[in-house]
């Protein structure tokens, strides 16, 4: 029972921390308020309306007696009467109206018509709250005749009812106007930090950011902020100290070659030359999968034009691209286009021909890259996103052989917010599947 009541608050509760905050606060003083309504208009409201109703309906029973009794003198009183009261009062020969005039759910309403029927009976009289703006028209049955009343509204219901109504409303608001404000304000700084963490995840620097809010608030945005930036002083090292290594391995590496080319044993130098081609590209490699956290800004892209300047880098016709519509997110240009550009590679390098398809999916773009090579076995496919894990079988998906391809490119999706699957493509080949949010 109380898993069920839990799980449909969840449902209820808006997902906003500002919106829950707000419920929190103005929930209480609505109930208050309706409660003190209900009160107001059971105890005091009814009691008094019924009351000027009953003067009311006294006044028009005296008036009907009058004119049953002596009708040479009802202009006298009806002239007393518009005079002193602006109460109308005319005398005429047709019927009451078949179609009541009552409203259903109105209270004044429910009042007079007991007041009336109290009095004159049933099928004795009609009236209407609704016809005129300001007044109130009675009929009353009076023999042949039918005696007609246009009576002020504020005789039959009492105006402190929209003045006390008022009162109790008027705080009510603007205590809510003033929570929301303090609400607004309080809620700003989580905000400013939840969109700080989102943006550092996806790889972007953080530098203008800056703590504020309640304590406990202003107290995690510091903290979070020292951890920014000691993971980007700790990447910065780490991308200038494989910098620097693969700077020094390479000046020995072009020694070599120069050296191999002096050789006159051409086959032992073509193979050492090989070797030393594989070392460059595990250098590339390895300086590749440790700055996918570089130093690079996020900028609005158009997905299907990326697409297309790397088929123009490849230099292939092998690649079809299907999309609806243009889609722009924001991203690491380079970063992504080297991703997309190692998937696209392999899928060319081991089949024929290669397939992309760009859909979007409410918030998400969804990426499909196909190919019609050998695949790679199901129970591979958490594997191949280890690092320095290789295939020994039918593909690799590194041009070195190190096995960072897919660990690279699973490392930027993820900093974008995204995410990547594999499958068996329907070409008999790899399916690679992005989503990416934009």
């Known amino acids: 029972m109380f898993f069920g009541l839990n799980k449909l608050i969840k449902i209820i509760l808006p997902k906003r921390l500002f919106y829950r905050a707000l419920i929190i606060v103005a929930a209480p003083t609505i109930i208050l308020q309706f409660i003190i309504t209900i009160v107001f208009f059971d105890s005091i409201w009814i009691k008094a309306n019924k009351n000027t109703t009953r003067a009311l309906v006294a006044q028009l029973k005296a008036i009907e007696e009058v004119y049953q009794n002596d009708k040479k003198n009802l202009d006298f009183l009806t002239d007393s009467y518009k005079n002193n009261f602006s109460f109308e009062i005319g005398i005429n020969q047709t019927q009451l109206?078949?179609?009541?005039?009552?409203?259903?759910?109105?209270?004044?309403?429910?009042?007079?018509?007991?007041?009336?029927?109290?009095?004159?009976?049933?099928?004795?009289?009609?009236?209407?709250?609704?016809?005129?703006?300001?007044?109130?028209?009675?009929?009353?049955?009076?023999?042949?005749?039918?005696?007609?009343?246009?009576?002020?509204?504020?005789?039959?219901?009492?105006?402190?009812?929209?003045?006390?109504?008022?009162?109790?409303?008027?705080?009510?608001?603007?205590?809510?106007?003033?929570?929301?404000?303090?609400?607004?304000?309080?809620?700003?700084?989580?905000?400013?930090?939840?969109?700080?963490?989102?943006?550092?995840?996806?790889?972007?620097?953080?530098?203008?950011?800056?703590?504020?809010?309640?304590?406990?608030?202003?107290?995690?945005?510091?903290?979070?902020?020292?951890m920014a930036k000691r993971i980007n002083r700790h990447l910065n090292q780490r991308s200038e100290m494989l910098s620097g290594i693969s700077h020094d391995l390479r000046t020995p590496l072009t020694r070599l070659k120069l050296q191999l080319a002096m050789i006159s044993q051409k086959d032992l130098s073509e193979k050492m030359s090989k070797d030393i081609d594989e070392m460059e590209k595990m250098l590339n490699d390895y300086l590749q999968f440790a700055k996918t956290q570089a130093q690079e800004k996020s900028d609005n892209i158009e997905l299907v034009k990326l697409f297309k300047d790397i088929c123009e880098t490849l230099n292939s016709d092998s690649v079809k691209i299907l999309y609806e519509s243009e889609v722009y997110l924001k991203a690491r240009p380079l970063a992504l286009k080297r991703s997309f550009e190692n998937v696209i590679q392999n899928g060319l390098t081991y089949g024929k021909k290669v397939f992309i398809k760009i859909q979007k999916s409410s918030n998400l773009v969804l990426i499909s890259i196909e190919d019609d090579g050998p695949g790679i076995p199901e129970d591979q496919f958490k594997n191949v996103f280890k690092p320095f894990f290789r295939l020994d079988k039918s593909r690799s998906l590194n041009q070195s052989g190190v096995g960072l391809g897919l660990a690279i490119v699973e490392d930027v999706i993820n900093s974008h917010g995204g995410n990547i699957q594999l499958s068996k493509s329907k070409y008999k080949g790899l399916q690679v599947k992005i989503s990416l949010p934009f």
Request: charged content about 25%; proline content about 5%.
């Open 97 to 226: 109206p078949t179609i009541s005039g009552e409203r259903k759910f109105s209270p004044m309403d429910r009042s007079l018509r007991r007041e009336l029927k109290s009095i004159f009976g049933n099928n004795n009289y009609w009236f209407s709250t609704s016809k005129f703006k300001n007044a109130v028209e009675i009929k009353i049955k009076s023999n042949n005749d039918v005696i007609e009343f246009l009576v002020p509204k504020e005789m039959v219901s009492t105006s402190s009812v929209r003045l006390f109504v008022l009162w109790t409303t008027l705080p009510s608001i603007v205590l809510i106007i003033i929570a929301l404000i303090f609400l607004k304000n309080q809620t700003r700084p989580l905000v400013k930090l939840a969109k700080a963490a989102e943006k550092f995840g996806k790889g972007d620097y953080v530098n203008d950011f800056r703590p504020s809010g309640a304590q406990e608030i202003r107290k995690a945005a510091y903290e979070f902020d020292r």
